[in-house]
């Protein structure tokens, strides 16, 4: 049970930092937009919230991610999978 509480406490954590560094580095717009993702793709959003934490991290991101710099990098990641990104 201990063990449990632990990994619980450990994504909560990972969640909150997440949210702390995607507030940092998001334009309005690009939070917006990652949100409508977040509701079609759940999936896709996560894979960029996490790419985006990790450019952070490694020091890669220097000023706020507009929509538009958001919709290239969502483009440069669906590449390889089929959808179509709405503009």
Known sequence: MNGESEELQKL???ETIK???LKKILSKE???RLGRIKL???EIA???EFYLVQL???GKISTMITDEQL???LEQMTTKQKF???K
């Open 12 to 14: 909560q954590q990972l």
């Open 19 to 21: 949210r702390v560094v």
């Open 30 to 32: 690009a939070t917006e």
């Open 40 to 42: 079609v793709k759940p």
């Open 46 to 48: 996560n894979q960029l």
């Open 56 to 58: 952070y991290q490694a």
């Open 71 to 73: 919709k290239k990098i």
């Open 84 to 86: 179509r990104i709405l």
